[in-house]
């Protein structure tokens, strides 16, 4: 492995922010999930003992967390305001489709419908979950940026007049 990074081979800083981005989303995708396993079965502690479909819930989150990043990646990583303002604007798109590709990995037919549902409750019920959520989301958003900023540098044209 070390003689190949030091052969130049290996992801470059932009798909490193991509694995970031996509692997910090999973993870706070993970977290929402079990904090919506909590409210659902009642429980407001976070130590208590989960069973086998807890533990496929919040699987089920992450997985649906990446899903959604991944299908809302064209809100992301745009220069300026405008793509400021997209973000902002893909915070409950991506958070939509998660809790749609998140409840049908929970439980097919039913949490396709309750998904967002849950979810909806529980950011409301909790707008500090919600809050680092949303920073989450930007901060994907930011990572993605550095990420189509490097993509953009292979498509630029050479300065050729300054080598003459």
């Known amino acids: 492995m070390l003689r190949l990074k030091s052969a130049g081979f290996g992801p470059t800083p932009g798909e490193r922010s991509l694995a970031i981005a996509y692997l910090g989303v999973a993870i706070f995708g993970a ?12 429980s ?62 929970a439980l097919p037919g039913h949490g396709t419908m309750f998904g967002p549902l849950a979810l909806l409750t529980t950011l409301i019920g909790n707008p500090l979950l919600a809050l680092f959520w949303s920073c989450t989301i930007l901060s994907a958003h930011y990572r993605f940026a550095i990420w189509r900023e490097e993509r953009e540098t292979i498509f630029k044209m050479p300065d050729v007049s300054r080598a003459y």
């Open 44 to 105: 407001n502690a976070v130590i208590r003992p989960l069973g086998g479909y807890d533990f496929w819930v919040i699987i089920s989150g992450a997985l649906g967390a990446y899903g959604g990043l991944y299908l809302g990646r064209v809100w992301l990583g745009h220069p300026g305001m405008a793509g400021w303002l997209k973000a902002l604007v893909a915070i409950p798109v991506i958070s939509f489709i998660a809790a749609l590709i998140g409840g049908t990995f």
């Open 31 to 42: 977290v929402i999930s079990f904090s919506v396993v909590n409210r659902l079965g009642g």
